[in-house]
């Protein structure tokens, strides 16, 4: 146990001594600004559109909709009265870009709700959605008044409604929005994702440089071979531990000084509507921690024995293709499980353990999952780890020691056999 | 201290050690012996547990359990010398120390001490790839004494050194046996095996050949061995020399000659024939055999070529 423990110092103490580790626990809490900071530039940089109003119609109705849009943020309207030759000469200033496009009202509008835009951008959802609002806004006014209402009355009962989403959870409403749910499955799936393969590399090119250097003749004459696997696994594992605590500090105190960061890019108002930090609930740091630690050691067991087979660090990383392979299949199947969280497919990817580390926390980050499949998830997870430790540890066990051509499958199976 | 009883260990299609025996008193310096490819190497993993023999048994310190079980009373060179590259000196062969069971501040403590020793005081906090070659070696042969072994299994371990640094660990090695430490060591390098060893072992493709106390291996493998330097005129030497009731071997330089003689010649009549037969001699010297020319005659030349390397999905010899 004396010397588990002192494979698991050295494996920590030397990566944490590593430019590599800082530099890394650094680009985490960049990568969290960024997150913060490019949305807000982003929407800074959609800017203003400025259009015209052609007004062809013959009451208050042109003016109204100029009025409307101008309450709004997104367009500097301007009037322009209808007549020969004005839609061409507009044309040609939207050519010139001295005019994002413009909109033709005629009294057509109030009575069919048929209007034109044309523009040089017309497939920006936020510019069309505002269109159509501030045009059925007045036109329903318009027509309310027709029929002799009051237009205090209209003006009150005009009512813009912004729909807020609230995801239930258990039974208690989380305050997560739509989107902040979706933020959080696919972040956690892509560190989950980035994280395990790392880590594992990590552990792989242990194994090979202590092959490749054959100090494992020392060590393997000291400890049992199960044991130098495991130390370094945990070791590993410890690593990335720190590794997340440093981010998730590094990401907390960024948060704290999100106004300044932010007001330092100039969007400090816009700040608290672009970027809300999801809600992370202890429940979900759990889930996303365990399956993290569940994939690490499973994942790592067999980047070990990946290692092990191979006599240098390029074998290793051309060997290692079939293991990155089946960590990609949850990876690359993250849409879906965001999208469609419940279905058979997300179900069963989330309880076969090589792809439940990743599949299962973006489930649970995207919806509700019963109590039953996250257990049943687990107890597979970790069926699977001692399933695959046991068969990466005779690997290992045989594969240090080798020299010369790596094994092909009938001689990995004659060596778990072995055992 | 050490028993190996009929080990046997075959790879692919290649008997890489063959129901070879041999015992280690304790307190000695024991050398395995052997031309490239005799299956030294392999003898010793069985030894260090490294890997398993397919037959026979090895038995340490005269108790049960394996070379791993006893690791911490034992101190091993690997032939292929490795370390963590990246890794401090100082916190390197501590962490081999642990590995061997020692406390670690015991261990710091003893580290600090032979690396001053061997002269890498200066060099404790460094990077291991910052050092040379032989200061790498010196760093590995300080890791495997760390832990106070009573027995120590070195394979080849004055391969690659230089003159000076051989020095340094010869005179650790011997320094060791006088603490009473048992030490076995590998090497094809007759004269280093001539001064150090009391005991010794030569295999060759995986067989003992023979082995035990280094002057009764002389007496009893060769008969006298004699050597004549001419001053000048050899007169009849080489009539006298082919003389088969008399001389065994002989390898004739001309002006000196280095002959073997036959059982119940005696030296002083063939010397008494010499100078009748108008030989001026510079020197006639009736020595032992060396222990290179014990080796040579007993390994033979067609050992020079090793059998079939193993397969290459095997473990090396």
Redesign the interface.
């Known amino acids: 146990m ?2 588990i423990w ?2 698991i110092r ?1 494996e920590f ?2 990566r944490i001594r ?1 430019k590599w580790f800082w530099i890394s626990a650094l680009l985490g809490p960049v990568f969290f600004g960024a997150m913060i900071v490019v949305p807000v530039l982003f929407a800074g940089a959609g800017g203003t559109r400025r259009i015209a109003v052609v007004d062809g119609t013959t009451g208050a109705f042109g003016a109204r909709v100029v009025a409307g849009l101008r309450g709004g943020k997104i367009f500097r309207a301007t009037r322009v009265p209808a007549g020969v030759g004005v839609v061409d000469s507009l044309t040609q200033l939207v050519g010139a870009k001295q005019l994002d496009g413009f909109l033709i009202v005629t009294d057509a509008v109030v009575e069919t709700g048929t209007a034109e835009y044309r523009a040089s951008n017309v497939s920006s959802f936020r510019d069309v959605a505002e269109l159509q609002d501030v045009l059925a806004r007045v036109a329903v006014a318009a027509r309310l008044e027709r029929q002799g209402v009051d237009p205090a009355v209209v003006g009150r009962a005009q009512l813009r409604i912004s729909l807020d989403t609230k995801k239930i959870s258990g039974s208690r409403t989380t305050g997560e929005s739509a989107a902040q749910s979706f933020a959080l499955a696919y972040v956690m799936g892509v560190v989950l994702f980035l994280v395990i393969t790392i880590y594992g590399v990590n552990v792989m090119s242990s194994v090979v ?2 092959k ?13 071979p199960f044991q130098l696997m495991i130390g370094k696994v945990l070791g590993v594992g410890a690593v990335s531990i720190f590794q997340f605590v440093l981010w998730g500090l590094g990401a907390k105190l960024l948060l704290s000084q999100r106004q300044a960061l932010l007001a330092g890019v100039g969007g400090a108002e816009e700040a608290r509507q672009v970027f809300q930090m999801p809600h992370l609930s202890a429940a979900t740091l759990g889930v996303f921690l365990g399956y993290f630690l569940g994939g690490f050691f499973l994942y790592s067991a067999m980047y070990a024995a990946v290692g092990a087979m191979s006599s240098n660090e390029q074998e290793a990383r051309q060997a290692q293709q079939p293991v990155m392979f089946l960590l990609m299949i949850a990876y690359v199947s993250m849409f879906g499980l965001t999208n469609n969280p419940e279905s058979t497919y997300a179900v069963t990817l989330s309880l076969i353990p090589f792809t439940a580390p990743i599949a299962m926390p973006v489930r649970w980050a995207a919806s509700t999952v019963p109590a039953a499949e996250l257990v049943g998830s687990l107890g597979l997870l970790v069926a699977g780890i001692v399933a695959v430790t046991w068969v990466a540890a005779r690997i290992y066990r045989v594969g240090i ?5 790596r ?1 092909n499958v009938r ?1 990995l199976v004659r060596w778990v056999r072995a055992g | 201290m050490l028993a190996l009883d009929r080990v046997t260990k075959r790879f692919a299609g290649h008997t890489a050690v063959d129901g070879l025996s041999l015992s280690v008193p304790r307190g000695v310096i024991y050398g395995l012996l052997g031309p490239n490819g005799a299956g030294k190497t392999t003898t010793i993993r069985m030894i260090m547990d490294i890997i398993e023999p397919d037959e026979g048994s090895v038995r340490l310190f005269g108790e049960p359990g394996t070379g791993r079980d006893h690791s911490a009373r034992i101190g091993y060179l690997p032939e292929e010398r490795g370390l963590y590259r990246r890794m401090r000196v100082l916190d390197l062969v501590v962490f081999l120390a642990e590995m061997k069971g020692v406390e670690r501040r015991r261990a710091r403590a003893r580290a600090a001490l032979w690396l001053e020793r061997l002269g890498l005081e200066a060099w404790r906090l460094r990077r291991v790839d910052e050092l040379s070659k032989g200061m790498q070696q010196k760093v590995q042969f300080v890791s495997t004494i760390l832990h106070e072994p009573e027995l120590l299994v070195l394979d080849e371990p004055f391969a690659g050194l230089d003159p000076v640094n051989t020095q340094v660990l010869k005179d650790a090695v011997v320094e060791l046996r006088r603490d009473g430490v048992t030490i076995l060591f590998s090497t094809h390098i007759m004269e280093q095996a001539e001064k150090l060893c009391d005991q010794l072992c030569i295999i060759a493709r995986g067989r003992k050949l023979v082995d035990g106390a280094l002057a009764d291996i002389k007496r009893t493998q060769t008969g006298h061995h004699l050597v004549i330097g001419f001053d000048g005129a050899p007169g009849a030497a080489a009539q006298l020399f082919a003389d088969e009731r008399v001389v065994k071997k002989v390898d004739d330089y001309g002006q000196y000659a280095e002959l073997e003689l036959a059982p119940g010649a005696d030296a002083q009549r063939l010397l008494a024939a010499l100078v009748n037969s108008g030989a001026r001699l510079a020197r006639f010297e009736l020595s032992e055999p060396s222990l290179n020319k014990i080796f040579l005659d007993l390994v033979g030349p067609e050992a020079a070529t090793p059998a079939a390397r193993p397969h290459p999905g095997g473990a090396r010899a």
């Open positions: 004396r010397k002192a494979v050295r103490v030397e590593s440089e202590e490749t250097t054959r100090i494992v003749e020392v060590l393997v004459s000291s400890l049992r020691l080798m020299t010369g051509k094994p001689e």
